[in-house]
C-alpha cells in the first residue's frame, strides 16, 4: 500500500484597483483516493474556502512528499486557482512529480476578477493495487489593496439570519479567537426594552468548544431587537469579559415595522420596511434621546408592504435615537421599531502599512501620513506606524516628487487597521513658457515679433515664427516682465507669475495708427521714396507686407513700373524715328 502526500504552502499578495479588503484565508484538501489494479486516472479536487481575488498574483510554495511502501509510479500533479463564476483555471504549479521536494515561485499575471477556489489536479498511470492522495493548503494568503483602510478585527458572533418571528429557533455561531478551556465560556442573550432603555438578559448557555454554534427560541414578543454576546470569564470572582456582539430584529407575524439595521451613519438613508398595513395606516417618525422623550417630527401614510426612510443629516449628533410607531385609522398601534446613529468613538486607534511606488512598486522612504492632526513618515522599508484618537478623519499620505493621496471621512472605531497606499509619481515641472502672437482687429498671427522676458537679472528672448514663440529656462513661482515688440505693432508688456502647470501664454498686439505708418514712410528714403536699405530689406523678406496691405500695393505699383520703363524706350525711340522720317519725305 502506498500513499503520496503533497504538501504546498503558498502565499499569495495580491493589489486590487477597486474594493480594499484585508484577509486571512486557510484551506486544505485531497483530491479523491482510488484504489484498483493496473489502470490510470486523472481527477481534479476542489477547496472549500472561496477567494475573491483580482490582479497579479505573486506565490512561493515548498512541496514535499513521501510514500510509505513500494516504489514509485508514474503520477503528476498540477495546482492552482479555479473561478467558480466562468470554470477558468489558472495554474501556478504545473505537471510536477510527486516524488520529488522542491522549491519555486510563481505568478499568474492579470487574474480576472471573481471568486476562486484551489484546484488540484492529479494525474497517475500504472497502479497496482494502490491508493494515493494529494493534498494542497493555501495558509495566511493576505489580499492588501491601495483604495480602502479594513479593520484588523473578525466577526466572532453572528446570528443566522437577521429578522425572526415570534417561536422561530435561531442559530447563533461563534468563534473565541482565543480559547482557554479552564474559563468559564458562554453566550448571553439579551433584548432591549425601550420603555427602560435597558438591554435585558434572556438566556445564558455556556459552550465547550472555541467554536460552533447553540440555539435560542425567540419568545412572544410583538417586536423587540435582540442581541447575542459572546463571553468569557477566568473565575467567578471577575466580572465576564465581552469579546463580541451581534443583533437580530425580531418581527411580528402581523403588522410589522422593521428598520434595516441597528446602526446608522450620521449622513446615511434610514430605511425601514413595513408589513401587512391595513388601508389608512400611518407610520409616525420621531427622534430624541430616549424612547419616552422622543419628539415627533414626519408622517408617512402606507399600505400593504413597501420601504421608506429618512436621510440623516451629516451633521447630526452621535447616539441620537430614531423611532417609528405604526397605527391605523382607528389610532390603534400595530407596531414600532427604534435604530440609533453611531456612538461617538472613544479610546485611540492605530494605523500602520507600507507606502510604495505606483509605477515601479518600490518602497517609498521619507513619506508623510496625516490623520487626526497626527504625523509620522516611513522608515527605510517604506513602513509606518500611527496612534490616533477613534473617530471620523482624513487620511492623507504625500512624499516629494509624488501625487499626494487622500482618503477623506473614514471612521476609526477598531483598535488596529492597516492601509498599504501605492502614490503616483508627480509630473515633470515645465520651465519653458509657451506662446503666440497676433494682431488683435484681425486674430492673424504676427511673424517676426521680438518677445522678451526678463526677471529684472537675467533677459531671455525669442522671434515668433507663424506666431509662435518659446522661451525656456523659468523657474516655477517667479515674477517675470514680458515685453514684445513688432515694428508695425504697438508694443507690449506685462508682469506675470510663472506656473509650470498653466504655460501657455497669449499676446494680442494692437497695430499703429495711419498717420505713424506715414511718418516712418517718409524716414525712410528722400521724397518719400525708398531708401536703399528698404530696398534690401524688401529684397530679403516680405513679412511686413502681410501686415501693411497699402504699402504693399504702393510697392508693388512701383516695382512692376521698374520692370516695364526700361523695356518701353526701344519702342519710344522707333516711334519717334519713323516719325521724323515722315516728316523728311514730306
Not at 473578525?154 to 417561536?167: M, R
Not at 509619481?425 to 509657451?434: D, R
Request: charged share 20%; net charge negative; glycine share 8%.
Amino acid at each position: 500500500m502506498k500513499r503520496i502526500v503533497l504538501v504546498m504552502l503558498a502565499l499569495c499578495l495580491l493589489v486590487l484597483p477597486a474594493s480594499a479588503s484585508s484577509h486571512t484565508y486557510t484551506d486544505s484538501f485531497y483530491c479523491r483516493e482510488a484504489s484498483s489494479e493496473g489502470y490510470s486516472d486523472s481527477s481534479y479536487s476542489y477547496g472549500s474556502t472561496v477567494h475573491h481575488l483580482v490582479g497579479d498574483c505573486n506565490i512561493s510554495y515548498t512541496v514535499t512528499t513521501s510514500k510509505y511502501i513500494g516504489t514509485p509510479d508514474n503520477a503528476y500533479g498540477s495546482a492552482g486557482l479555479y473561478n467558480i463564476e466562468t470554470g477558468g483555471k489558472y495554474f501556478f504549479v504545473t505537471r510536477q512529480n510527486v516524488y520529488n521536494t522542491y522549491y519555486g515561485t510563481s505568478t499568474i499575471s492579470n487574474l480576472p476578477e471573481g471568486d476562486y477556489k484551489l484546484v488540484l489536479y492529479v494525474y497517475a498511470y500504472e497502479y497496482s493495487d494502490d491508493s494515493r492522495g494529494m493534498q494542497i493548503t493555501i495558509q495566511n494568503g493576505t489580499v492588501v489593496t491601495d483604495s480602502a483602510v479594513e479593520e484588523e478585527e473578525a466577526k466572532y458572533i453572528d446570528w443566522d439570519q437577521s429578522t425572526y418571528s415570534s417561536g422561530d429557533i435561531a442559530l447563533i455561531n461563534y468563534t473565541y479567537p482565543t480559547y482557554v478551556e479552564s474559563n468559564e465560556n458562554f453566550i448571553d442573550v439579551r433584548s432591549y426594552n425601550p420603555t427602560s432603555s435597558v438591554w435585558e438578559l434572556e438566556e445564558r448557555q455556556f459552550v465547550y468548544s472555541e467554536s460552533g454554534s447553540v440555539q435560542y427560541s425567540v419568545p412572544s414578543y410583538s417586536s423587540r431587537q435582540f442581541r447575542a454576546e459572546l463571553m468569557t470569564r477566568a473565575g467567578v470572582l471577575y466580572s465576564a469579559t465581552e469579546i463580541a456582539n451581534d443583533t437580530m430584529q425580531m418581527t411580528s407575524s402581523g403588522a410589522a415595522l422593521e428598520f434595516t439595521k441597528y446602526i446608522y451613519d450620521r449622513d446615511e438613508n434610514m430605511t425601514f420596511s413595513y408589513y401587512n398595513m391595513p388601508e389608512g395606516a400611518t407610520i409616525q417618525f420621531y427622534s430624541g434621546t430616549t424612547p419616552t422623550g422622543a419628539t415627533y417630527f414626519q408622517q408617512y401614510s402606507v399600505e400593504g408592504n413597501g420601504t421608506a426612510g429618512y436621510q440623516l443629516p451629516s451633521n447630526g449628533p452621535y447616539g441620537e435615537l430614531f423611532y417609528i410607531r405604526a397605527y391605523d385609522s382607528s389610532s390603534n398601534e400595530l407596531g414600532y421599531d427604534y435604530a440609533y446613529t453611531e456612538d461617538a468613538p472613544t479610546g485611540e486607534a492605530t494605523l500602520h502599512g507600507r507606502v510604495r511606488d505606483a509605477e515601479t512598486e518600490g518602497v517609498i522612504s521619507g513619506a508623510t501620513i496625516t490623520v487626526a492632526g497626527q504625523t509620522t513618515t516611513t522608515d527605510s522599508s517604506g513602513d509606518y506606524s500611527l496612534t490616533i484618537p477613534k473617530g471620523t478623519w482624513d487620511i492623507t499620505v504625500s512624499a516629494s516628487n509624488y501625487v499626494t493621496k487622500t482618503v477623506s471621512d473614514f471612521t476609526f472605531s477598531g483598535s488596529s487597521y492597516t492601509y498599504y497606499p501605492y502614490l503616483q509619481p508627480s509630473p515633470a515641472a515645465s520651465t519653458t513658457l509657451y506662446g503666440t502672437v497676433s494682431s488683435s482687429t484681425s486674430g492673424a498671427a504676427i511673424t517676426g515679433a521680438t518677445v522678451t522676458v526678463s526677471d529684472g537679472s537675467t533677459t531671455k528672448s525669442d522671434v515668433t515664427a507663424k506666431g509662435y514663440f518659446e522661451i525656456s529656462g523659468l523657474t516655477d513661482g517667479d515674477t517675470y516682465t514680458i515685453k514684445v515688440q513688432q515694428t508695425y505693432f504697438e508694443s507690449y508688456q506685462a508682469t506675470f507669475t510663472f506656473d509650470s502647470s498653466d504655460n501657455i501664454y497669449t499676446v494680442l498686439l494692437v497695430p499703429k495708427a495711419d498717420d505713424e505708418e506715414a511718418d516712418e514712410e517718409t524716414e525712410e528714403g528722400e521724397s518719400g521714396g525708398l531708401s536703399d536699405e528698404e530696398d534690401e530689406d524688401d529684397s530679403s523678406s516680405s513679412s511686413d507686407d502681410d501686415y501693411r496691405p497699402g504699402r504693399a500695393a504702393a510697392r508693388s505699383t512701383l516695382e512692376n513700373a521698374e520692370e516695364t520703363v526700361p523695356n518701353l524706350i526701344p519702342t519710344l525711340i522707333l516711334v519717334v524715328f519713323v516719325a521724323a522720317v515722315k516728316k523728311g519725305l514730306k
